[in-house]
């Protein structure tokens, strides 16, 4: 795990660095606050942070507010560092957003201590985010955390000027499997669908459960020919499968369904809800037309 040190003193710095590689951390250096604050403003920066509270320019307590004003996804650990060793300043530090504070001169196993909570609580908030945004049976996105990335996905579209695809996908007939083989069959089959579709587009394609046996694939980049062929790709292994029932010692084969639309350099005036209402019209067309195909939404 990767630990921001800031601290403006060269000595503090090098016995900090020494004992993060000691302790099989990866220590990232700023040499006052302002350099700091830089760094934990980038996306996949440092989330665990040591932080010496009187340096240059901005101070760490100064650093500490501006980060929890910010109220972002990823939760930022912070160790607040000071000679500074009354109870006013201890209660001062941690009410600027400090989760810890250690007075100097530190020992060290007390600092690797309160770093190895603070890798706990860091390590624990992201299993709580990939539970919240993820759905139970597939772990694929939610609706909600789709939504969510969509929503960034066509800011960024918007912006650049660029192609958005988005597929929405729907089993034929899945009734019929619950019906027949039960709930848990009908699980099954849509765990093998989900692992089809993970293994069947690219890689910077994000995918979700939007409700019961739909499917929602949204696709940076793709116009809606370049989406209409993956999805056909998808169409035809998936035709082909068969999803193994061990308690009916046989393998069913079910077909989907496929309506596909396209954000096309950025079109200003496509929200998503448009952008979906597309795709779900595409998809009714292709249910209307006998189902296991893939139909484009076109003006």
């Known amino acids: 795990m990767r630990v921001l040190v800031a601290d ?15 302790w099989g951390y990866e220590p990232v250096i700023a040499k006052d ?45 912070i160790i ?17 957003g400090a989760d810890d504070y250690i007075i100097k001169p530190f020992h060290s196993e007390e600092l690797r201590s309160r770093l190895k909570i603070g890798q706990r609580i860091i390590e624990l908030e992201k299993r709580i985010l990939c539970l919240a945004s993820t759905d139970y049976l597939t772990a694929l996105l939610n609706r909600r955390a789709f939504i969510e990335r969509m929503e960034a ?3 960024r579209v918007t912006r650049e000027k660029k192609s958005l695809g988005i597929v929405i996908a ?15 069959a009908g699980d099954l089959v849509l765990q093998e669908f989900s692992r089809l579709l993970c293994s069947s587009f690219r890689i910077y394609d994000f995918i979700g459960r939007y409700g019961g046996e739909e499917f929602i694939v949204g696709l940076p980049g793709a116009s809606a020919e370049v989406s209409g062929a993956i999805a056909e790709r998808v169409r035809r292994r998936f035709e082909e499968h068969r999803t193994l029932i061990p308690e009916w010692d046989a393998g069913i084969g079910v077909t989907s ?20 209402k597309q795709a779900d019209a595409a998809l009714y067309q292709a249910k209307q037309q006998g189902r296991n195909q893939v139909k484009i939404f076109r003006t």
């Not at 403006?8 to 000691?22: F, G, P, T, Y």
Request: proline share 3%; charged share 25%.
């Open 80 to 96: 607040l560092l000071s000679a500074k060793n009354s109870h006013y300043d201890v209660i001062k530090g941690l009410e600027s």
């Open 8 to 22: 403006d003193d060269a000595l503090s710095r090098k016995i900090l660095e020494e004992s993060l590689n000691h």
């Open 33 to 77: 606050g302002d350099e700091a604050w830089d760094m934990l403003k980038e996306d996949g920066g440092p989330t665990l942070v040591i932080l010496d509270w009187v340096m240059p320019g901005m101070e760490g307590i100064e650093v500490c507010r501006k980060v929890r004003a910010r109220n972002t996804v990823n939760y930022f650990y």
């Open 257 to 276: 369904s496929f309506g596909v639309a396209a954000m096309e350099n950025g079109q200003p005036e496509l929200s998503i809800d448009g952008l979906i």
């Open 170 to 184: 729907d089993l034929d007939y899945f009734k019929s499997v619950n019906d027949t083989y039960g709930h848990q």
């Open 153 to 155: 996905e066509i800011n």
